[in-house]
């Protein structure tokens, strides 16, 4: 370091070239402030997030930690803040945009809370939870738990708007290896299921965007990329981010200062390369491997315009020319902000497919009496859950059909030539690949999970006939996909004009 730091400035002294960064720019118009806040969640909070899973309590905390980050960019007329949570869907939301809107002036359509979608933070429900088991205390942990995460939300939103300052903005994007598509199909000896298919589309791209003060120092890195946080399964009794934990902190690792900010993607058919384990090792792995690639994407970026400038020859060697790159000035940091309420078709059942659903859950049960005659833990277990999940689905299949449209919210933020897309719940890949294929922009980042109207899994119209877990579940009619595609494309013709 020290070497390095005399050699340059040897060569400043001597007239020679010192590269120039942003703090040889004009101002490009843009402030950003970020703050963090730590929301990891006691040890002995209840950790139910897999119907397969024995335990109730959490034991530990991964090192990784579990936070919620917040962004605030302005252009000094006007204030958007995004926030990136460790968890798995913002149920907090509402509160946390109204408390902070109201304590920072930021209208609440301009705060966009996302969760990174770990399947392993706190979550309890007494309709799925074991038998047994009381639910009174649970219940309690969880609302003081949800409380703070309030508190500390707003709170890092306050202070990343109190951290305005001067800005540059650009992205890169490239590609990413952690994934794969999960949906499993059904064959003639065994039904659809939730693994690793390595032939089924897959969504590789990793988008990044660096944000740098006015000298140049980077003060945020956002990281797009679709991937379940489903490393970590029912064995794990730890709190964890799962895999993205460590995205941040390599991320962070390489950019000193730096806050990373995750923005997960359309990850509705996207799952981990490696999962269902409860070896916290291979989420530090995966989440290393993409931390690292992101990095290097970042490290790459131009915030502000560069371009080689000729400055003569040198006689060496060879005969070299001189062409150090020199900063033409500001990229454009134009802030436009749209969002729309999409009505989109609603599921509607056939009477052939609540037969078969009842079909399903009569021979579950059915297999309850055996299975808990035979004094297996693990086998009544198993069998339980099964009853549970047909059970749970013919409920919801057999209610009357509404043919009320389902609402989704849809934004869009405009940074210059980069767009951030957002939207709820859990949409496939291939609805993220034609949402950033449409827009007119350099750069798309596409982000599922956040807060607004709407919410689980979205299929693509092609994937209704092969069943599944999501299809099976999904609020959304065929045809939906299709149109939130389309509409979003005519909300990035409004910004570009």
Known sequence: MR??????LTLALSGGIVEQTPKDSKPSGLLAGVARADIAPPVGIPHLNWGSQTHVEA??????GMVATALVLSDGKQKFAMVDMDALFVVEGSEIIRRASAKTGIPAAHIRLGATHTHSGPAFNREKGPLGVDPAPYEKMMRDYREKVMDRVTNAIIAADKNLRPAHAGGMRGTGTINYNRRVRATRDAPPSVGIRPEGFVDRELVTIRIDDAAGKPIAILVNFQCHGTVLTYENKMLSPDWIGMVRKTVERNFPG????YFQGAAGNQGPKEGGTGDITVAHRLGTTLGLQASALAAQTDTVLREPKFEGYVESTAFAAKQPWRVQGPR??????VTRT???PPRKYT???????AGRAAKAERELEPARASGDPWQKHQAEAKWRRWNDLLSKWKKPYDPTPVKVDVQILRIGDMAIVAMPGEPFAEIGVAVKKASPFSLTMFCGYSTG????????????????????????????AAQLIQETGALFRSLRN
């Open 59 to 64: 034991i530990g905390v991964d090192p990784a």
């Open 342 to 344: 999409l009505h989109l």
């Open 453 to 480: 109207q709407g919410g689980d899994y979205m299929p693509i119209e092609s994937e209704y006939p092969f069943g599944g877990y999501e299809v099976e579940r999904t609020p959304y009619g065929t045809g939906a």
């Open 258 to 261: 730096a806050l990373c900010l």
């Open 351 to 357: 009477a052939k497919e609540i037969e078969e659903m």
């Open 332 to 337: 454009d940091a134009t802030i436009r902000f």
């Open 3 to 8: 070497l390095s730091t005399l050699f340059l």
